[in-house]
């Protein structure tokens, strides 16, 4: 875990806070670049994954297959990493405002877009579909489908962060029996889910939350409790071991978050917590000051944008005749990255679509200009 070192020194006037102030900004942004660069891996792995899984190109089933067994899981897990018990007011506002909000706007935008493009292509869509369009649309989760297929991510991210912190506000930390507990019923709901009720489709994606917790909580034990790199070493070999014994005798791996396809029971889970602890680790090395990582830290600034936009560059791509994964893959990333950057500028838009930013001053500039145009 990165520290940050604060020194005082009281030599002349004013002197402690200078350097207090030159401390911090030597520290911090390597702990920012450290998380940002485990984003950036994740929503590269999760565009990649989403674009080989409709391609005919030999190696990228293996590809898709390999990045599936843990891309989903790894952010709540980053998630988890940042949790801390929050009083549930704050909390709620905090996620309305930094995540729904951006939800509610990316997916007005896009089923809006998605309908200007078929329009452009001479597909006008009949009424009855507009009217699935919004009522999928209202139903989230898996009822979200191809351009829209990676909103579920949000509202379970929500509903598991809401969860998670109650129990939190009643137990001590990670490793107190009750929480130990409540994370173990959780994982055992969540493969009980898969067996029996794996095609119900839940508002909201509310039946991936018990997975999500599972993997929520191993994010905030990295926090609170860390892992040597020994222990790290020991976990993932343990784990490799056994899943390779479990797919030598005919075990299916197949992982989909999304769809309640978690793997075997309990072994699925710890092969996502294994690939995402290796992970995890080698971006910690490389966020030693000596390595230029910063690019891929300033694409996990932009995940959340990027997360909800590249399908929409994907499949509108796809649909107009391209077919080059590498240029589609550069695209679902570079064009909601570039979205991300125009947004962040806008003191009016950033509120709404990026979760940053003062929503009253936006409302008080919109007025503004509405007035100004008026007038």
Request: aromatic share 12%; charged share 15%; with cysteine.
């Given at each position: ?10 030599e002349?006037p ?6 207090i102030?030159?401390?911090?900004t030597l ?12 984003k950036?891996?994740g ?5 990649m ?6 391609s005919?190109?030999?190696w990228a ?9 843990f891309f ?7 998630s ?9 007011k704050?909390l ?8 729904l909000?951006p ?8 089923m ?17 579909q507009?009217r699935?369009l ?8 898996r ?6 297929g ?6 379970c991210?929500v ?13 001590s930390g990670?490793t ?15 493969y009980?889910?898969q067996?029996?009720w794996?095609?119900?489709r ?5 039946t ?13 034990f ?8 020994l ?7 343990a784990?490799a ?8 005798t005919g075990s299916?791996?197949?992982f ?5 396809i978690?793997?075997?029971?309990l ?11 290796f ?16 690019p ?7 995940s959340?944008?990027?997360?909800f ?6 499949f509108?791509?796809?649909?107009f ?13 570079g064009l909601?990255y ?7 500028s ?5 509120p709404?679509f990026i ?6 001053l ?14």
């Amino acid at each position: 875990m990165m520290q940050c070192t604060i020194a005082i020194e009281t030599e002349g006037p004013g002197r402690p806070i200078g350097r207090i102030q030159e401390t911090l900004t030597l520290n911090l942004p390597l702990r920012e670049t450290w998380l940002d660069t485990a984003k950036g891996l994740g929503i590269t792995l999760v565009v990649m994954a989403h674009v080989l899984d409709h391609s005919t190109w030999r190696w990228a089933h293996p590809i898709y297959f390999a990045a599936s067994l843990f891309f989903m899981p790894f952010f709540f897990i980053i998630s988890g990493y940042l949790f801390a018990v929050t009083e549930r007011k704050a909390l709620l506002r905090k996620r309305v405002q930094g995540l729904l909000i951006p939800y509610v706007m990316f997916l007005g935008a896009i089923m809006a877009s998605v309908l200007v493009v078929d329009f452009l292509r001479g597909d006008t869509p009949a009424p009855w579909q507009i009217r699935e369009l919004i009522t999928d649309a209202l139903l989230g989760g898996r009822h979200l489908t191809r351009e829209l297929g990676v909103f579920w991510f949000v509202t379970c991210l929500v509903a598991t962060q809401l969860v998670y912190n109650e129990v939190a506000i009643r137990t001590s930390g990670p490793t107190d029996p009750g929480m130990l507990i409540f994370v173990g019923a959780s994982v055992g709901l969540a493969y009980f889910i898969q067996a029996y009720w794996q095609e119900v489709r839940t508002p909201l994606a509310l039946t991936n939350v018990p997975l999500a917790i599972g993997a929520f909580w191993f994010g905030h034990f990295l926090r609170e409790r860390g892992m040597s790199a020994l222990w790290s070493a020991v976990f993932v070999v343990a784990v490799a071991g056994v899943a390779l014994a479990a797919a030598l005798t005919g075990s299916d791996f197949t992982f989909s978050m999304k769809n309640a396809i978690f793997g075997p029971p309990l072994l699925g889970l710890l092969v996502a917590l294994a690939i995402s602890t290796f992970i995890l680790g080698l971006i910690r090395f490389m966020a030693m000051p000596s390595l230029r990582i910063a690019p891929l830290a300033e694409i996990g600034a932009a995940s959340l944008v990027i997360m909800f936009v590249h399908q929409f560059v994907h499949f509108t791509l796809r649909d107009f005749g391209m077919s080059s994964e590498l240029a589609l893959i550069a695209l679902s990333l570079g064009l909601p990255y570039l979205l991300y950057r125009g947004l962040r500028s806008s003191r009016i838009l950033s509120p709404w679509f990026i979760g940053s930013g003062d929503l009253a001053l936006s409302i008080q500039l919109m007025r503004r200009s509405l007035a100004f145009r008026a007038g």
